[in-house]
Each structure stands twice: as C-alpha cells, then as structure tokens.
Nanobody, 119 residues
C-alpha cells in the first residue's frame, strides 16, 4: 500500500506565499510522475502542475509564473511553492503520484489540504 500525506495548507493574504508538501510512503519501488490538483467549491478538480521523473514540468495557464513544482526523489516528496497568491487560488489541493510498487503501476491520491487566500 502507498500513502500520500500533504501539508502546508492554510490561510494567506492575496499576494502572499505558501508552500505545500506531499510525502509518499509505503511499498514504493519507483515514482513516475507527481502532480498537484485543486478543487474549488462547486468546481471540478483541475490539474495545477505536474513533474514527471525527468526535470520537465508543466503548469496550468492560471498559475504559470507564480507556482513552482519540484520534487525530492530521495524523500519521495513533491512540493508546490505558491507565490503571488490570488483569491481564486482558494481550493483544496491534492497531490497525486503514479507509483510502481514492484507488482503494478497505480495512481494514488493524498487526502487534500485547504488553501484559503483572502483579498
């Protein structure tokens, strides 16, 4: 079994910053891609940023230039540095990992962490 635990959510003022972390643990042989999604009230879950096993990264247009995704492979951890926050960034943020546990490759989700940006 694989577990993802997020941390770092909270309340920030518009223009401020927060850093999210997501640590994977359990039966892990390797982790392929790691990503962050978010879901605002009444909206569908959307992809925010993804970092494959390589150094390539991709971002939603709405966060380009403000958010940075990174990963520490030694710690099986992915980060999301969020700068210049806007009220529209308010959402529950989820991390997702595609993990090889030696028997199969599957996707796993964290429980979510709430980010609230006040104007």
């Amino acid at each position: 079994q694989v577990q993802l635990v997020e941390s770092g959510g909270g309340v920030a003022q518009a223009g401020g910053s927060l850093r999210l972390s997501c640590a994977a643990s359990g039966s892990i042989v390797s982790i392929n891609s790691m990503s962050w999604y978010r879901q605002a009230p009444g909206k569908q879950r959307e992809l925010v940023a993804v970092i494959p096993s390589s150094s390539d990264t991709k971002y939603a247009d709405s966060v380009k230039g403000r958010f940075t995704i990174s990963r520490d492979n030694a710690k099986n951890t992915v980060y999301l540095q969020m700068n210049s926050l806007k009220p529209e960034d308010t959402a529950v943020y989820f991390c997702r990992a595609v993990v090889n546990n030696g028997n199969y490759v599957g996707q796993y989700w964290g429980q979510g962490t709430l980010v609230t940006v006040s104007s």
